[in-house]
T-cell receptor
Framework: AQSVTQLGSHVSVSEGALVLLRCNYS??????LFWYVQYPNQGLQLLLK??????LVKGINGFEAEFKKSETSFHLTKPSAHMSDAAEYFC????????????FGRGTSLIVHP | DVKVTQSSRYLVKRTGEKVFLECVQD?????MFWYRQDPGLGLRLIYF???????EKGDIPEGYSVSREKKERFSLILESASTNQTSMYLC????????????FGSGTQLSVL
């Protein structure tokens, strides 16, 4: 079985500050990992994905995430927050040798203050 | 761009009504999914389908059924709506070798009164 834990249901930062959203995974096999973003009144869209290539993955809108096997983590970062980054962020894990269906975390709401 | 379209953005129904939520994708994807999203619970998989007329139960199928008569269309059915089914419903699709990358619709906010 696979699962993800997102630490913190809400994260608040000031505009221009570092964004760090935490995700830890549990998987019996080397996983595929994803970050999705959901802007208000929209569906989810893929920010970035890790599929066993480079451990540092760059995504859209200046976000990146690093796969750390020893820590079973896949934290999402952005050096400088922008007001438009305010959204709900979901980490997800899938089993590349299994059903491929991602299991989602509970989500973290990013609040950006001016 | 891949487009996943859900027929209604907001829906209000009465307890006991039969409810149909429709989803259409335009990218010839094999796989389609229905999730419900609740605050603090994230996304939970209700049903998915990997081919026409094929369906598999997800994590919370109770009280729901699905239909996939055509490749591009995946319908979620609430046979007898209950208040605990008030939620945001998200449809998604992916290609057969999508390795977990899903394309989502904008969601249907269903309120059951």
């Amino acid at each position: 079985a696979q699962s993800v834990t997102q630490l913190g249901s809400h994260v608040s930062v000031s505009e221009g500050a570092l964004v760090l959203l935490r995700c830890n995974y549990s998987s019996s096999v080397p996983p595929y990992l994803f970050w999705y973003v959901q802007y208000p009144n929209q569906g989810l869209q893929l920010l970035l994905k890790y599929t066993s290539a480079a451990t540092l993955v760059k995504g859209i809108n200046g976000f990146e995430a690093e796969f750390k096997k020893s820590e079973t983590s896949f934290h999402l970062t952005k050096p400088s927050a922008h007001m438009s980054d305010a959204a709900e962020y979901f980490c997800a894990v899938s089993d590349p040798g299994g059903s491929y269906i991602p299991t989602f975390g509970r989500g973290t709401s990013l609040i950006v203050h001016p | 761009d891949v487009k996943v379209t859900q027929s209604s953005r907001y829906l209000v129904k009465r307890t006991g009504e039969k409810v149909f939520l429709e989803c259409v994708q335009d990218m010839d994807h094999e796989n389609m999914f229905w999730y419900r999203q609740d605050p603090g619970l994230g996304l939970r998989l209700i049903y998915f389908s990997y081919d026409v007329k094929m369906k598999e139960k997800g994590d919370i199928p109770e009280g729901y059924s699905v239909s996939r008569e055509k490749k591009e269309r995946f319908s979620l059915i609430l046979e007898s709506a209950s208040t605990n089914q008030t939620s945001m419903y998200l449809c998604a699709s992916s290609p057969g070798t999508g390795v977990g990358k899903l394309f989502f619709g904008s969601g249907t906010q269903l309120s059951v009164l």
